[in-house]
C-alpha cells in the first residue's frame, strides 16, 4: 500500500501562483511514475503532469509553460509549480503514483482544491 498526502491548494487570482506538493509513504517502488491530474466536477478527471524517478516529466498542453513539476526522491515527494494560474486551472488536484510490472499498480491522494477567481 501506498499513502499520498497532498498539500499546497488555495485561492488566488489570476496570474498568481501556488505551489502543491504530494508526500508519498508506504511501499513505493524504487521505479515509478508520479503525476498530478485534476478534475471539475461533471468532468473526467485529465492528466496535468506526470514525473519518473529519473526525472522526466510530461506535461498536458494546456498547462506547458506555466506549471512545473519536480520531485525529491529522497523525500518520496513531487511538486507541481503553477504560475500565470487562469481560472480555467480551478478544479480539484489529485496525486497519483503508478508502480510495478506494466506501472499497473496505481494510487490516488485525497485532492486538495485550487481555486483561480477572475
Known amino acids: 500500500q501506498v499513502q499520498l498526502v497532498e498539500s499546497g491548494g488555495g485561492l488566488v487570482q489570476a496570474g498568481g501562483s501556488l505551489r502543491l506538493s504530494c508526500a508519498a509513504s508506504?511501499?513505493?517502488?524504487?521505479?515509478?511514475?508520479m503525476g498530478w491530474y485534476r478534475q471539475v466536477p461533471g468532468n473526467q478527471r485529465e492528466l496535468v503532469a506526470t514525473?519518473?524517478?529519473?526525472?522526466?516529466?510530461n506535461y498536458a498542453d494546456s498547462v506547458k509553460g506555466r506549471f512545473t513539476m519536480s520531485r525529491d526522491n529522497a523525500k518520496n515527494t513531487v511538486y507541481l509549480q503553477m504560475n500565470s494560474l487562469k481560472p480555467e486551472d480551478t478544479a480539484v488536484y489529485y496525486c497519483?503514483?503508478?508502480?510495478?510490472?506494466?506501472?499497473?499498480?496505481?494510487?490516488w491522494g485525497q485532492g486538495t482544491q485550487v481555486t483561480v477567481s477572475s
Open positions: 514525473v519518473t524517478t529519473a526525472g522526466t516529466t
Open positions: 497519483n503514483i503508478k508502480q510495478g510490472y506494466m506501472l499497473k499498480t496505481e494510487y
Open positions: 508506504g511501499s513505493t517502488a524504487r521505479f515509478n511514475v
